[in-house]
């Protein structure tokens, strides 16, 4: 076990990554990993291939960026129908080189105006269900292509969908994480009307190499295609999805779907050792992934050395102290006003990292500040020839979502209305008309003014840990874009979850195989409960980032997925 001055906070301490200016990449980290891609024009990297290839077309074609990228969407949510799709949500960011300006986009759908929190406890419900009709909030996806691409886009949608369009017309091969994802969803939700018909049509789900075809989808993204925005909000479809919720019992009307409008956000950022690290604000929960940078900014991790016990122990109680504020204090700004600044500030942070003791685990933090009581997803990233940069995340939620699905659209509905509190008087209470607290987060690296990296990591709660690690591990522990998303990852949970459940044991720790066995017996004599998750549970990563030395990008897909970082 490492030294305990090791766990001693310091007032500064100042690390920059060697890897980019390094001739040789080590190959004796401890894991399986692979070289970057790199390429002197545009990069994309998505979980399935022929998404990313659907993004380089596009882009070869003179689209930008975010034109590439709702291609890529548009594609995943064919191929990947157990993780996203248009019947969900999204958020995004994205550098814009001609204002060298960051945009922030929040594309997350509303609760039913009819629906209230006296329903829910009419049918002595404590939590939103999981599936079925109520946990349905209006989709925000399609809306979010719109804004996004009426902002930055240079091809007309028609060219942006075509490849979604042909794929799910002619046929795609299912890859193979997902085909295995795909059987277990479908054995989930079959109970539900429709679900085996489109995801299962011949009697099994599509295997690996099968190839799945969704002409329902096609005749669906081909209207949005040509009607915009409004044929999704106002027209047929919009009253399909609402006439077969109302049925199953639940709340959605056709006024929900036409006051769906995205919100243009100012990214939040903390300083990490001289880099900017960017998320969103409230309603999602970019925000605890730098309250956990500022706590841990107090600590030497590069001499601590990734997979210490010292080191996993010191993230496993920063993430602990930050993800107690967030289940108390992040919601819709709309109803409520989460303390961002103090929350965000490194006196805040300084305050909450002397609580963590170096030789225990603890049991149970309280949240920072008063709370004022009165996955599964996709993510994906571009970078085109002009330097225009997108952080793109777009997800169903749970899985393939609800089991709701709609007939004849050709995809299933998300059931992000889960992540409300039932519990009245508390920020993400549920309320009519209100955004649901929100698991999905994009994020950017800036240094100096100028652009670095659009990365992130899929899968729920896991996804601010898998932020924090993946910087750590390149800022901190020297490694390059490629291994620090193959690096294995800690997956702590059983802290607050957004319902406000108090953590009261500690937590679980999940450790994926490659740290050092000395290391896992001591964070157990720490007194850290050890747990076995698996490999969907530790989420999946995608990077791009700007060479500036060399000017090239530079690409990683990591291996958990299908995916693939491809330029040219």
Not at 13 to 33: D, E, I, K, S
Not at 148 to 165: C, D, E, S, V, Y
Not at 189 to 199: C, E, G, Q, R, Y
Not at 286 to 308: K, P, R, T, W
Request: glycine share 10%.
């Amino acid at each position: 076990m490492a030294s305990r001055s090791l766990f001693t906070p310091i007032l500064a301490l100042v690390l920059f990554p060697v890897a980019m200016h390094a001739t040789q990449r080590p190959v004796n980290r401890g894991f399986t990993t692979r070289s970057e891609t790199i390429a002197p024009h545009g990069m994309a990297c998505t979980s399935q291939p022929l998404a990313t290839q659907a993004a380089i077309d596009v882009m070869k074609a003179g689209g930008s960026a975010v034109d590439a990228a709702i291609a890529a969407n548009a594609c995943l949510g064919l191929m990947e129908p157990i993780s996203c799709g248009v019947g969900g949500d999204l958020f995004a960011i994205v550098w814009d080189p001609a204002t060298k300006k960051l945009h922030g986009l929040n594309a997350s759908g509303h609760s039913p105006h009819a629906l209230t929190l006296e329903e829910f406890q009419k049918r002595g419900l404590t939590n939103v269900p999981s599936y079925g009709p109520l946990p349905v909030t209006v989709p925000g996806a399609v809306d979010g292509w719109f804004a996004l691409h009426g902002k930055f886009g240079r091809l007309p949608m028609a060219t942006n969908l075509a490849p979604a369009i042909g794929y799910a017309r002619d046929g795609f091969p299912v890859s193979e994480v997902i085909a295995e994802g795909w059987e277990r969803n479908v054995a989930i939700l079959a109970k539900w009307p429709n679900v085996t018909n489109l995801w299962a049509p011949h009697g099994h789900t599509p295997r690996k190499g099968e190839r799945f075809q969704n002409p329902q989808l096609a005749t669906t993204l081909s209207k949005i295609a040509t009607g915009g925005r409004d044929a999704y909000y106002k027209g047929d479809i919009a009253h399909t999805i609402c006439a077969f919720i109302q049925e199953q019992g639940g709340f959605l009307t056709e006024r929900d779907f036409a006051e769906q409008k995205s919100e243009w956000v100012d990214p939040i950022s903390t300083n990490y050792r001289g880099y900017d690290i960017w998320e969103l604000p409230p309603n999602s929960q970019g925000l605890s992934v730098l309250q956990m940078l500022n706590i841990l900014e107090g600590y030497d991790l590069h001499a601590m050395g990734f997979g210490s016990t010292a080191y996993m122990h010191t993230f496993i109680e920063a993430k602990k102290l930050a993800y107690e504020d967030r289940a108390r204090l992040y919601a819709d700004p709309d109803f409520f006003k989460t303390p961002i600044a103090e929350l965000n500030s490194k006196d805040y942070a300084a305050k909450r990292r002397m609580l963590i003791r170096p030789d225990s685990a603890a049991k149970h933090y309280d949240p920072g500040i008063s709370a004022l009581r009165t996955s599964d997803t996709i993510y994906l990233c571009v970078a085109d020839p002009n330097g225009m940069m997108v952080s793109f995340i777009q997800s169903n939620y749970r899985g393939m979502g609800s089991g709701m699905v709609p007939p004849g659209l050709g995809f299933g509905l998300h059931d992000r209305g889960e992540a409300f509190d039932l519990t009245p008087g508390r920020p993400n209470s549920y309320a009519p008309h209100k955004r649901p607290f929100h698991t999905i987060i994009p994020a950017f690296v800036t240094r100096d003014g100028e652009p670095l990296m659009a990365f992130g990591v899929m899968g729920g709660d896991m996804q601010p840990q898998g932020h924090v690690q993946v910087l750590v591990n390149w800022i901190d522990h020297g490694m390059n874009l490629q291994e620090a998303g193959d690096a294995p990852r800690i997956y702590h949970t059983g802290s607050s979850d957004p319902d406000g459940t108090v953590m009261t044991d500690g937590g679980t720790v999940n450790l994926e195989a490659g740290f050092p066995p000395e290391s896992v017996r001591d964070l157990q004599k720490l007194g850290h409960r050890l747990g076995s998750a698996s490999v969907p549970a530790f989420g999946g990563y995608q990077a791009v980032m700007w060479d500036k030395t060399n000017r090239v990008w530079i690409g990683a897909s990591e291996s958990r997925k299908d995916g693939m970082a491809a330029g040219w």
